[in-house]
């Protein structure tokens, strides 16, 4: 059974900082990439930021330059320094990873946190 646990989420005032973490744990025989997603109440889900096990990352427009995405492989976690946070980037946000589990014979699946809530006051 893979789990993937978010934490670091809470209320901060605009221009702020916030660092969240997920960390995946259970039969994980390979991860391929770890990434960030959001949703805002009445919108669809949206990527924020992944990275690969390489370390190669990639951005959603709204967040380059303010959110920086890194993951440490030994620890099967990924984190997401958010900087000069604005209400616009409240949301519910999502960790998400493709992986491979329980056996090294298993195709890459998804899985998803249950996400944590970031809330920027104006």
């Known amino acids: 059974q893979v789990q993937l646990v978010e934490s670091g989420g809470g209320l901060v005032q605009a221009g702020g900082s916030l660092r969240l973490s997920c960390a995946a744990s259970?039969?994980?025989?390979?991860?391929?990439?770890m990434d960030w997603y959001r949703q805002a109440p009445g919108k669809q889900r949206e990527l924020v930021a992944s990275?690969?096990?390489?370390?190669?990352?990639n951005y959603a427009d709204s967040v380059k330059g303010r959110f920086t995405i890194s993951r440490d492989n030994a620890k099967n976690t990924v984190y997401l320094q958010m900087n000069s946070l604005k209400p616009e980037d409240t949301a519910r946000y999502y960790c998400?990873?493709?992986?491979?589990?329980?056996?090294?014979?298993?195709?890459?699946?998804?899985?998803w946190g249950q996400g944590t809530q970031v809330t920027v006051s104006s």
């Open positions: 998400h990873s493709l992986l491979s589990s329980p056996t090294i014979w298993s195709s890459p699946r998804d899985y």
């Open positions: 259970g039969s994980i025989v390979s991860i391929n990439t």
């Open positions: 990275i690969t096990t390489g370390g190669t990352t």
